[in-house]
Each structure stands twice: as C-alpha cells, then as structure tokens.
C-alpha cells in the first residue's frame, strides 16, 4: 500500500506516534501536528483539565473539531490514541493514509510507566492498557490502510520504513548557520509543504507571486486558506521590473493592511525577482518575518531563493540595495519548469556549470556527457544537476552567510556578467551573462598562468552545449570597466575577480584593467 499526504497515525497511548510522526514529517519536508497539543492550543487548556472538569466526552468532541482541522493542513497528522473510539473521527479518516503503529504489551507497559502523564493510565497502567486495547484494537485495525509493528529499536527505524512506503519522497539539502533550513526538492508543492515552514502562531500570510504563475498562487492560497490561514495574493511586474523600491512600497501598504504580524509569512512564488524583492519585503517588514521561497525558474530553483540574499535594483546597479535574510524553507518543484520558455531554462542552466567549475566537478561529467538532454524538465538527469546545484551554494553559505570570505566564490563569471547586463539595459537574461563572465574569468585565469588552455576550451564547450553565448561584443569595454567600477565586489578602487586556479579551485584576486586587456579581445569585446 503506498502512503499519501496527508498521512495520518493512530495507536495506543506510548505507542511513539508523535516521534515518529515528527521524524516522518521531517523526511517528507511537511508539516507535523498532533491534536492533543492542537486541542491545547484551541481551547487554550490542557487535555488533563478538560478530563478532569469536562469529562472525557467534551474532551472527543473538541479532539475531532482538530481532526478535522488537521487533516486540512495536508500534513502528517498525530492522533491521541482515543481518537478512534470517535464515530465522527472514524469517518473523516475514510479515504486517507492512515497508518497503525502496533507495539506489543510488554514494551508498550515499559514505555509508559517510564513517563506517565495520560489522563486514562495513572491509577493501574497495565490494566488500563489490556482494557484500552480490547476496546480500540479492531477499531485501529479498521481505520489503518498500514499497520506498522514498533519495538524496542529506535524510533528512526519505524520512521524510515514508513517513508519508504510513501508515493513522494523528497530530496532535503540542509542549510547550515546561525539560521538552518531545508531546501526541499520535490515534484508537488502542497500547502503542507508551506505550513511546514512556518511558525505554529502564524495565521496570516501575504503571498507575492508573478503574473505568471497565478493560476498556482491561486491553487495555494486556497489549500493555505482551507488549512486555516488567512491568506492575501499579490502579483508584480515582470522580471527585473519588479525589483523597484515602488513595488517594495506596494507590499509594505498590503502588509499594512492585512495588519502582518511578527509571527506571520511571507510566501514568494516566482522567478529570481519575485524571490529577490519578496525576500526584501520579508526582511524589512517589523525588522524581520519569516519568507518561505517557492522558485518557479531554474535559476531561481539553483541560485536566487537559496542563501538568503535579498534585493533590488537602483539607478545605481543592480542589486545594490538589499539585506541577508534567509527563508525558513526553500520549495524546488521541477514540475513548474514544463512551462519554462527554453532560453530561459538554458539561461538557469549557467548558474549549475558555474557550480561545477568551483566546486563539484560530477556537473561538469554530466552536462558534457548529456549536452542539451540534460535540461529535460521531466527528466532525472536534470533533477539531480539542480540537487548538485543546490547543494555546493548549501555547502559555501553554511559557512559564510554574509560573503566575507568563502562566499565570494559564487559570484564566478559575475563581475562581467553584471556589467554585460547594465550595458545591455537588462535585456539579457542573467544566465547568458554568467556564461560569458565566466570564460571571461577563464581567459584572465589563463592569461595569468593559473588555468590551462584545455580548462579554458572546456568552459567554451559545456556552455556552449547547452545553448548559451561564449562572446559578447554589444559594449566596449571602456563602457562594461565604468559599470564594473561600481560592482559591489570593488575594493580600494580595484577590481576583485573571483578566477579558477584549476577546475574547483577557486581563488580571489585584484586586478588592474590592464590583466584584463587580452581576455577581453579573446571573448570579443572591443576597446
């Protein structure tokens, strides 16, 4: 039987429902709620009072109210281990997941008398456990599409061999820092996968997305909506249009009026833009509340949503004004990249090679080996390049989050490639850019005896495979060294290039405009 969200466990008191539907929950990058502490939290008191001064009949009909709220969140769902005795339980269980976790006597009497706080189980817990169990048995076995035996080994054993069962199971890369969170890939973003993000107060969330996709943002808002939230949608301009302090302004005046607390979200569903200005808004809204990402474009799936910067553009340059915030959660869904325009989806594909020269050299096999194949939307070769992807920029930000030293090895090919765009008013995709900044940075690493000519020859090669530009020769560079002059990676009035001493050795080094004269005329840029 295959286990489909939401996924729902039921079983005796101690039978370690709530650990390992937490350790479930976890793997499956979705939310966790156990109705026993959802009833508390409705209520407002604990299941002991209302036992002791309701009796246990006020305590069923409040527990299937949060059965049914549950369920909504599409999540993994904890049931106390009475919640079937419910008619009304019983029936809103039909049709899901449920899973049974069976633990013989013996271990299930140890587990309980080690810590034993249950209403039913005080005065004599081995008697009331034989009674609980010939009373509730036929009805777990009744409602359970799974029935999984737990003993005395560790709780991880049970969970994994639960998610083995389930249909979707995503790949998690963990984001390290004084602020870790998951990037979580998978076919199927659900408003579980959201709630799952978010903080168990939060009841109000401001969804900026892009015009593009708002059939989804519609889709979300009301799964989110079902599940309780109070959810607002707001699309911005296209592309780099959206990056403007007026639509900053925009959603500062929405997130006023919803009246946006601390403990609420932001959610951003779109491409780089919409990851980039949304994430602002998070960061400046009360100083700071929580984003969840939702990258819709490649490069925003391998590069924009991941790592917590955030920003817009200025007259100045691009990206000027901006702030480090990271999301609670990253969601990368391949499936939104079906209706990816292809120079779009090769213009993504810049930032994956980029990640292979300067740091994992198996995206470099696999892009040569499969060439243009390799961006099939639907296909595993291309899933496991963005996992790669995400997983070198999880691996240089968990370690320097504000790019004070190792980060700066991201910005490979981008002094250029950000000069390439202003020159070009933005109507270059940012990947083009990248591809031609970086056998730039190869040429000038060539030029200066830190890479081989067959180093340089392969960036020209694997960029080129996929269908993107190697030259450029729509500015001077008298024009793109002005624009660089005011790149955000200037020190002391000198430019800092990020060069490759070697395939996945990347090093910093200050140049003068002079180291970068032959390397420009070898990618076609005129004096």
């Known amino acids: 039987m295959t286990l489909t969200l ?21 793997a499956l990058g979705v939310g966790h709620i156990d109705t026993d502490a959802l009833v508390e939290v409705r209520t407002g008191r604990s299941v002991s009072d209302i036992f002791a001064h309701d009796g246990e009949a006020v305590f069923r009909q409040a527990e299937a109210d949060a059965v049914e709220c549950a369920l909504r969140s599409g999540g993994v769902i904890s049931l106390g281990g009475g919640a079937v005795t419910s008619a009304r339980v019983r029936e809103l269980l039909a049709h899901h997941s449920v899973v049974y976790i069976d633990v013989e006597h013996d271990e299930l009497l140890r587990r309980v008398t080690q810590k034993n706080h249950r209403p039913l189980l005080r005065d004599d817990p081995d008697g009331a456990l034989r009674r609980l169990r010939a009373e509730r048995g036929d009805l777990y076995e009744a409602v359970a599409t799974h029935t999984e035996a737990s003993d005395d080994g560790p709780a991880t054993e049970v969970a994994q061999r639960i998610v083995a069962r389930c249909a979707s199971v995503p790949i998690i890369v963990k984001v390290g820092g004084d602020r870790p969170y998951p990037v979580i890939i998978s076919t199927g973003v659900q408003a579980a996968h959201i709630l799952g993000g978010l903080r168990p107060t939060c009841t109000k969330i401001l969804l900026i997305h892009a015009r593009s996709v708002t059939d989804s943002a519609e889709r979300l808002a009301d799964e989110l909506t079902a599940a309780g939230m109070e959810v607002r949608t707001e699309y911005h301009p296209d592309a780099e249009e959206a990056k403007t302090i007026d639509v900053v302004a925009q959603m500062w005046n929405v997130a006023g009026q919803m009246r946006l607390g601390r403990h609420d979200a932001i959610v951003a569903l779109g491409g780089g833009a919409t990851t980039d200005m949304a994430g602002f808004v998070a960061a400046t809204w009360l100083r700071g509340i929580d984003v969840v990402q939702i990258p819709t474009t490649l490069l925003a799936m391998v590069d924009a949503a991941v790592g917590g910067k955030t920003g817009i553009n200025t007259a100045a340059g691009k990206n000027l004004v901006g702030s480090f915030h990271t999301p609670t959660r990253v969601l990368v869904d391949p499936s939104y990249l079906s209706t990816l325009p292809d120079a779009d989806l090769r213009a993504g594909a810049a930032e994956i090679v980029k990640a292979g020269f300067i740091r994992d050299r198996e995206i470099l096999r696999l892009v040569e080996q499969h060439g243009p194949q390799a961006l099939r939307h639907d296909g595993e070769v291309l899933r496991e390049l963005i996992t790669r992807a995400v997983q070198v920029k999880a691996t240089v930000v968990s370690a320097d989050l504000q790019e004070s030293g190792l980060r700066e090895i991201l910005n490979y090919g981008h002094t250029l490639a950000h000069a390439i765009e202003r020159c070009e008013n933005y109507r270059w995709r940012h990947g083009d850019a990248v591809a031609v900044g970086c056998v730039f940075a190869a040429e000038i690493a060539h030029t200066l005896g830190l890479l081989d000519s067959a180093a ?62 032959e390397a420009a005329r070898r990618v076609g840029i005129n004096d």
Do not use: C, N, W
Not at 6 to 26: C, D, E, I, N, Y
Not at 482 to 487: A, G, L, N, Y
């Open 6 to 26: 939401p996924l729902v466990f039921v079983g005796m008191p101690g039978s370690g429902k709530t650990k390992v539907g937490r350790l479930v929950a976890q």
């Open 456 to 517: 340089v020859d392969l960036h020209r090669q694997l960029f080129a495979a996929i269908g993107l530009p190697t030259s450029y020769s729509g500015a001077s560079m008298a024009d793109l060294l002005h624009v660089m002059s005011t790149d955000k990676k200037v020190r002391v009035g000198r430019l800092r290039f990020v060069l490759l001493e070697g395939i996945t050795h990347p090093v910093v080094r200050t140049l003068t405009p002079e180291d970068l004269t």
